[in-house]
């Protein structure tokens, strides 16, 4: 494999045992992710996407193989030293948003910078935080609770704690899957914007569509990759744009849901 890979992984095999039942999860998969990449990953349900996507995570570790990421070998690192590199190197966005109800947009985002081992000042974690949703466009909804936010508006609290520790590694998945169709394009939209900054995004989805918007598909297949396809993107401002102006040639009765 290529010295310039993120994440390198090579003959990753995951099995789970129950008393005598044994499932393989991952059947020896072999992936490298270069810097600065935007990678979907697909396959049904029981493929091994979410299982991979653990891995990759550093949320579970493989039964068997090499996981090199940044250079470091997180396959056999024990738990204190994989919650640094979560910390560190990795930024997580998930499909129901994981935010705490009661905390305000700003606090939500600050929660990685209070683990964080280096000593930050409350100055620089409100600071950061700040950022963080000013750069997601949230720069108005900083004490807002997740109860006074819309579905996408949660989203970018989301991705917004996801940067604010700086990460090499964005991790996504099913990141569209509670949004409707426009709030989709807007998040994508936000994604690819992350993306053209030079971050590196691995993002897990069971949408075709969706995945056209990344540069490379991978398809899993029984614990197995299937397929490793390049493509040219589609553009998620160009598609919004098509979206609205489609919808404001529609008349009141096309628009109106039965």
């Not at 992984?9 to 600065?36: N, S, W």
């Not at 091994?48 to 579970?60: A, H, R, Y």
């Not at 690192?77 to 560190?88: D, H, P, Q, T, Y």
Request: net charge neutral; glycine share 8%; with cysteine.
């Amino acid at each position: 494999m290529g010295e310039s890979g993120l994440v390198r992984l090579k003959a990753i095999e995951r099995v789970y045992r129950t008393g005598r039942v044994e499932v393989r999860a991952l059947r020896g998969v072999d992936l490298e992710v270069a810097r600065g990449e935007f990678v979907a990953i697909m396959g049904p349900s029981g493929s091994g996407k979410s299982t991979l996507m653990n891995i990759l995570g550093c949320l579970d570790q493989p039964t068997a193989g090499n996981y090199h990421l940044d250079g470091q070998d997180v396959a056999r690192m024990r738990k204190g030293e994989l919650a640094r590199i979560r910390n560190r190197i990795l930024g997580f966005v998930f499909q129901a948003f994981h935010l705490l109800p009661r905390t305000s947009a700003q606090e939500n985002v600050e929660l990685p910078l209070l683990y964080r081992d280096e000593e930050l000042s409350w100055k620089d974690i409100h600071s950061r935080a700040r950022a963080a949703l000013e750069k997601v466009g949230l720069g108005e909804r900083l004490d807002h609770t997740p109860n006074e936010l819309s579905g996408g508006q949660k989203q970018r609290v989301a991705i917004a704690r996801a940067l604010v520790t700086e990460p090499r590694v964005l991790l996504a998945d099913e990141p569209t899957g509670n949004l409707d169709s426009r709030t989709t394009l807007e998040i994508i939209d936000l994604i690819q914007g992350l993306h053209r900054q030079g971050l590196t995004i691995l993002m897990v989805t069971h949408e075709p569509d969706i995945a056209r918007y990344a540069q490379r598909t991978i398809t899993l297949r029984d614990g197995l990759m299937a397929s490793d396809v390049r493509h040219t993107p589609l553009d998620a401002r160009q598609a919004l744009d098509d979206w609205t102006e489609a919808r404001q040639d529609m008349t009141p009765t096309e628009v109106v849901a039965p």
